[in-house]
């Protein structure tokens, strides 16, 4: 018979506190480090969105659109549009942060152009993941509440999209961090003694990419052992 093994008092939980309390850590660690370096002008003085203009032009991307958005650290590049978004927060300071954050969305955008593996296989599942993500709690009561075994088991499945989802995730970040890292640094855009301060950026943001996948691996792990045992 299923039961609630997702809510039931079993050892295996213990697996879920180490990676729940680096996903706290990562998150506060980004969000301090961005803090930190939106403090530091940096020496070109340029708002974030000439940067990412810039760089955009350099990598010979005139195709690409920028736009400013609402919100906090909301910047993404869309490849379905071919449009770089930078917050307004980034896209109207001129600080070390901002021109991270600018550079790493800049970053995907060269990855779209050079068809990199990576974003291509996780453009591929992003439907099925997100899926995945949206319906594992609903199957997953559901099956306990009918004990229908089938819709745990398809919920898991679906899951396991969304983990491989986070999984080809991973690279795809840190490369494009690698890739805006790079270019502020041959473009001139920071000058040599703010490479660290950036590099700091990027490199805590890369840590919450670390905890989503180690927590999605581990949910994943937990849900087949309580299945197994259900």
Known sequence: MWYPFYASLDPTFLLLI?????????QWKVRSTY?????????????????????????????????????????????????????SGVARSSSIAAYGVAAHEVGHATQHRDRYGPLAMRNAILPVASLGSQLLIPLLIGGFIFRW?????????????????????????????????????????VAPEEVAGARQVLSAAALTYVAATLTAITWLVYLLLGARRG
């Open 18 to 26: 180490p990676v729940i309390l680096l996903g706290f850590y990562a």
């Open 149 to 189: 075994g089938f819709l745990i088991n398809v919920g898991i499945i679906l899951y396991a999209f969304a983990v491989v989802f986070q999984i080809v995730t991973l690279p795809v970040e840190l490369n494009a961090s690698r890739r805006g890292l790079a270019m502020l640094r041959e473009t001139g855009a």
């Open 35 to 87: 803090r930190k370096y939106a403090q530091v002008r940096a020496a070109a003085g340029l708002p974030g969105a000439k940067v990412a203009a810039g760089l955009l032009e350099k990598e010979k991307l005139g195709g690409v659109a920028l736009e400013e958005i609402a919100g906090t650290l909301t910047d993404h590049y869309d490849p379905r549009s071919r449009t770089l978004r930078l917050s």
